[in-house]
């Protein structure tokens, strides 16, 4: 199973270059992480719909890195003889209407592509108030509310599946 985030084709971050502090005080990288979130709550605030969108162009390099990770992925379970199934967790800062529709089908276009199931689980969570789904205001990862609402579309569909090589293949069965 894998889970997938808008923000999954951002590239890969390089950090060449530490000072001495960032290498050997916890102070400094404490502090320079409070700075950096000041500057970016006080800050000019970028444009994350845009970010997240011109992360999808067909140019970029980090969507064409998860593309090829995701054919790897599919090749490496193929290989495996294991199942492989995706499901999207939508970005939950605005559910209705979701700004984001045209990149999940893209990334669903691509995973289907690859002969892999894709759920997209918006629709578990499209209809609550997104501030309800957020671990805190400043931080809209999922909390437990949201990771309830996931798992109920989740567990019917990986037991369907492990049903399924249960009957099918003799895996996974008790």
């Known amino acids: 199973m894998l889970s997938y985030f808008i923000n999954d084709a ?22 320079r992480y409070r700075l950096d979130s000041l500057m970016r709550q ?6 994350w719909k845009r970010y997240y969108r011109e992360l999808y162009n067909d140019d ?27 499901f999207n967790i939508p970005e939950l800062r605005e559910l209705k209407p979701y700004p984001f529709t045209d990149v999940t089908a893209k990334v669903k276009a691509d995973v289907e592509g690859l002969g892999v199931p894709f759920f997209d689980m918006l629709p ?45 293949q003799g895996k996974g069965c008790k």
């Not at 951002?10 to 502090?31: C, G, I, K, Q, R």
């Not at 995701?70 to 492989?84: D, I, N, W």
């Open 10 to 31: 951002e590239p890969m971050p390089t950090y060449n270059e530490t000072s001495w502090l960032d290498e050997h005080s916890a102070a400094w990288v404490v502090f």
């Open 42 to 47: 006080f800050g000019e605030a970028p444009d």
């Open 60 to 86: 970029a390099a980090g969507w064409q890195q998860t593309r090829k990770s995701l054919q790897g992925f599919a090749a490496t379970a193929r290989e495996m003889g294991v199942k492989l199934v995706v």
């Open 124 to 168: 578990t969570v499209e209809n609550l108030d997104p501030s309800t789904l957020w671990v805190t205001v400043p931080d809209p990862h999922p909390n437990g509310n949201a990771m309830a609402a996931f798992t109920r579309m989740m567990v019917p569909e990986l037991n369907t599946l492990l049903d399924g090589l249960c009957r099918d």
